[in-house]
T-cell receptor, first 116, second 110 residues
Framework: KAGVTQTPRYLIKTRGQQVTLSCSPISGHRSVSWYQQTPGQGLQFLFEYFSETQRNKGNFPGRFSGRQFSNSRSEMNVSTLELGDSALYLC???????????????FGPGTRLTVL | GQQLNQSPQSMFIQEGEDVSMNCTSSSIFNTWLWYKQDPGEGPVLLIALYKAGELTSNGRLTAQFGITRKDSFLNISASIPSDVGIYFCAGSSNTGKLIFGQGTTLQVKP
């Protein structure tokens, strides 16, 4: 079974631009979560989507948004990029089926975003 | 909110040595997970623990779910250079929401 895939793997943008990152979960997984990872800050939870609906949200400004499609694939968008948005953005999937609160998250390789 | 304290923050050890790291929480968890992240990659699940007192091994790795349900330990025996990376603990309550520790960076000197 293929793992979580993320595209692109690397991205360079300039301040003020916007960016869209893509994630394809493991087949059969309906929940997709996004994390931001920066040195010294660990894994910061952005949001979780399940069945095309945002189920949980972290403490990030409205510039960070996401969506999920009917095939469970997810995209994350960051508008008006700032230097501090430079980070590794990780997508993770789990089954997330109704009544299944299994926390087992499976991560993708991440997208390394550099904002200049 | 819930917080996890993971220690140590970093370790620099000699190849062949044993390693121990732990996580403590201010809240009770139903599940503890341990992940390893190689440089430039996403975290990979190593061990999952579901019951207080549970001791689980995965090769040279052994993890335990503390009996208070507020802590967990990960031990690596006879470390090798490929053990290098960042190790994360994560705890989950019955809602399934995961809380991550800050990570332990492990460096192994051949």
């Amino acid at each position: 079974k293929a793992g979580v895939t993320q595209t692109p793997r690397y991205l360079i943008k300039t301040r003020g631009q916007q960016v869209t990152l893509s994630c394809s979960p493991i087949s059969g997984h309906r929940s997709v979560s996004w994390y931001q990872q920066t040195p010294g800050q660990g894994l910061q939870f952005l949001f979780e989507y399940f069945s095309e609906t945002q189920r949980n949200k972290g403490n990030f400004p409205g510039r960070f948004s996401g969506r999920q499609f009917s095939n469970s694939r997810s995209e994350m968008n960051v508008s008006t990029l700032e230097l501090g948005d430079s980070a590794l953005y990780l997508c993770a999937s789990r089954k997330g089926l109704a009544g299944d609160h299994s926390p087992l998250l499976f991560f993708g390789p991440g997208t390394r975003l550099t904002v200049l | 909110g819930q917080q996890l304290n993971q220690s140590p923050q970093s370790m620099f050890i000699q190849e062949g040595e044993d390693v121990s790291m732990n996580c403590t929480s201010s809240s009770i968890f139903n599940t503890w997970l341990w992940y390893k992240q190689d440089p430039g990659e996403g975290p990979v699940l190593l061990i999952a623990l579901y019951k207080a007192g549970e001791l689980t091994s995965n090769g040279r790795l052994t993890a335990q779910f503390g009996i208070t349900r507020k802590d967990s330990f990960l031990n690596i025996s006879a470390s090798i250079p490929s053990d290098v990376g960042i190790y994360f603990c994560a705890g989950s309550s019955n809602t399934g929401k995961l809380i991550f520790g800050q990570g332990t960076t492990l460096q192994v000197k051949p």
